[in-house]
């Protein structure tokens, strides 16, 4: 008792100068929102200077623009924050808009109907490329260790770890789903997809750069691993597998002449990687959004009661905070393990093997 009591006296104090910030001008949707979609650059923090004035700190990222058959490459730090065009081009929206890049005449006027083809290196692409670097940092050290002491135990947390996921892909998801005879096929594509989306939901619960960018949480991200997904399970399917989507067993005649059976079951090969796309994206979006909720909480009561009641409710939303954030330390894993569970499933329906049923002895 004395040590929650301790913790909360500890979680007003230090949330009294959070409170304290809080003005008429915070917009709670817009802070939410511009933390979890992606931005042409990745900010770090805003801050107030003597004369009031505010600035924000942000690291920027380079802007890769086609426009008219010529390429533009340029820092993002020349919008300054979208406040100043350069080169022809305006940085919009923000914060709960999405960020655009348009076209703009001499005069400062957008010019309608006419963008460039932006191919930047945004927020989410740059987390990215940090997530598999560290990622292949850390599976080739666990690959050193293996040759520096071969044919032995695991030694060390880092090595441990990486064994005991790999064996768990392997053993409770790749062999059982996809089937003894075909496992090892896919088994580096199924580690490979684990492996990936676990690293970046863990990034993503890490507040501060090199982390804390919502890359699971980014449709974009989600849509491409479901497309992969979806063109390995099609194209590895077998006769078997295509004979039950055009020409269900079991089905009475009827429905196959009018197609209502095969119509359902072609739907349901493109509603698959759907359902694996939004599943990972929505769960991931929805456990920051609910964290940025209850640090947002206390910036609404402060402009409602002042910086006493802020500072009270900063408690509660403190606590609320971190037992979200540590729900969410489980939800990175069964994300993880769903969608490679579901991806193994798929790809095992693809290549299974018709089962005989066996002729009974005669009586």
């Known amino acids: 008792m004395k040590r929650m009591l301790a913790l909360a006296m500890a979680a007003f104090f230090l949330a009294l100068p959070l409170a304290a910030r809080a003005d008429d001008g915070f917009d709670a949707g817009s802070m939410i929102i511009g933390h979890v979609t992606d931005a042409h650059s990745w900010h770090i923090l805003d801050y107030r200077s003597s004369d009031g004035a505010e600035h924000a700190v942000a690291i920027p990222l380079p802007v890769i623009l086609i426009n008219d058959g010529n390429v533009d490459v340029f ?23 999405r960020e655009v890049i348009v076209c703009v005449d001499e005069e ?18 740059a987390a990215i490329v940090i ?14 260790a293996y040759q520096r002491r071969p044919d032995q135990a695991p030694q060390g947390v880092l090595q441990g ?26 088994l580096p594509y199924l580690l490979t997809l684990f492996f990936f989306i676990f690293f970046c939901n863990i990034l993503g619960l890490i507040p ?12 974009a991200v989600t849509g491409i691993l479901a497309l992969i997904t979806f063109l390995i399970t099609n194209i590895s399917g077998n006769r078997h597998y295509w004979t039950d989507i055009f020409n269900t067993p079991g089905v009475p ?27 990972l994206f929505a769960n991931m979006t929805a456990g920051h959004i609910m964290i940025l909720s209850f640090v947002a909480l206390i910036f609404i009561l402060s402009n409602i ?37 579901l991806t193994a499933l798929y790809i095992g329906m693809a290549v299974a093997e018709p089962h005989h049923a066996e002729p009974h002895p005669a009586e």
């Not at 997530?131 to 050193?144: C, E, N, P, S, Y």
């Not at 501060?208 to 449709?219: H, K, Y």
């Not at 002449?257 to 739907?267: A, C, S, Y």
Request: glycine share 10%; charged share 15%; hydrophobic share 55%.
């Open 253 to 279: 005649a009827w429905l196959k002449v009018f197609p209502l059976m095969p119509l359902v079951e072609v739907i349901g090969v493109f509603t698959k990687p759907i359902v694996l796309m939004i599943r």
């Open 131 to 144: 997530a598999v670097i560290l990622l292949i940092v850390i599976v080739f050290a666990a690959k050193r």
């Open 161 to 186: 770890l990486v064994e005991m996921l790999v064996v768990f892909v392997r053993d409770s998801i790749a062999r059982p789903m996809v089937g003894e005879a075909h496992y090892r096929r896919y």
């Open 108 to 125: 400062g006027n957008v010019i309608d109907g006419k963008a460039p083809i932006d191919l930047s290196l945004t927020k989410t692409s």
């Open 75 to 97: 820092m993002s730090s020349k919008f300054h924050h979208g406040h100043a065009d350069y080169k022809g081009y305006r940085l919009t929206g923000g914060g709960s808009e």
């Open 208 to 219: 501060f750069f090199p982390a804390g960018a919502n890359i699971t949480g980014n449709l």
């Open 305 to 341: 009661g002042g910086v006493a009641v802020g500072g009270a409710a900063s408690v509660v939303s403190i606590f609320l905070s971190v037992f979200i954030s540590l729900l969410e330390c489980l939800v990175v894993y069964i994300q993880a393990f769903v969608f490679t569970m």
